[in-house]
Nanobody, 124 residues
Framework: QVQLVESGGGLVQAGGSLRLSCAAS????????MAWFRQAPGKEREFVAG????????IYADSVKGRFTFSRDNAQNMASLQMNSLKAEDTAVYYC?????????????????WGQGTQVTVSS
């Protein structure tokens, strides 16, 4: 089992910044990749950013490219999401997720473990 705990959400004005963190514990050696997803009210959960645990490549959703930065610390089993130039449409619950397989990088159903979520609210 893998446990994921997010932190760092909150309320921020449009144009502001927030940093989300995700701490992984348990059987972390089995993790192949980690990612951030988000879900706004009435919408499906969508991929935001993610990276394979053993490589430097990172994938971003088009809507956040140039504004959000995914990073990870393998030694500390942590993943972070730096969010800059936030917009009202970024308002959502943000989830950290871990995947045990090598496929399905952007598909929520491919991820095996999820955090409890942290609310990000951007006021316009």
């Amino acid at each position: 089992q893998v446990q994921l705990v997010e932190s760092g959400g909150g309320l921020v004005q449009a144009g502001g910044s927030l940093r989300l963190s995700c701490a992984a514990s348990g059987r972390t050696a089995s993790i192949i990749a980690m990612a951030w997803f988000r879900q706004a009210p009435g919408k499906e959960r969508e991929f935001v950013a993610g990276s394979m645990w053993s490589s430097s490549g990172t994938i971003y959703a088009d809507s956040v490219k140039g504004r959000f930065t995914f990073s990870r610390d393998n030694a500390q089993n942590m993943a972070s999401l730096q969010m800059n130039s936030l917009k009202a449409e970024d308002t959502a619950v943000y989830y950290c997720a871990a995947r045990l397989s090598t496929i399905g990088a952007m598909r929520a159903e491919a991820y095996n473990y999820w955090g409890q979520g942290t609310q990000v609210t951007v006021s316009s």
